[in-house]
């Protein structure tokens, strides 16, 4: 895989960060860098299932059944937040029973989207 920044190769971090989106984008040759200027394009939808394949190990591993997009991904609008669920309900379909994830957009600040899942972890354990 690609170097990544800790130093390892083949990180999630190499193939779902908006970096390698614009890296891509760039090899490509288009002139759009971020997700926003993507919506509609077949590169938002491998980035999603890049996305997607990183949260698929999560589902797996804790089964937290809600993911919430925010930041640039929040700006990537409803077909790049459905294609991110579908595909992390497609491949974690084999836990029956189990509740499908979710993913919804949260328009607050990166900071406050994960002082919320923590504490809302927090509650639903104790």
Known sequence: GRPCTCGARGCWKTV???P????????RGLPARSVRELAGHPLLDEYA????LGLVNIQQLFAPGLFV???EAADGGERFRS???ERLRED??????????RVVV????AD???LLGGAGLVLSHH
């Open 16 to 18: 779902a960060t908006t």
């Open 20 to 27: 390698w989106l614009r890296a891509e984008a760039d090899r």
């Open 49 to 52: 299932a890049n996305i997607a």
């Open 69 to 71: 997009l925010h930041g």
């Open 83 to 85: 294609r991110i669920e």
């Open 92 to 101: 974690s379909s084999w836990a029956s029973g189990a509740e499908p994830p």
């Open 106 to 109: 949260s328009p607050g600040p």
């Open 112 to 114: 406050d989207v994960a």
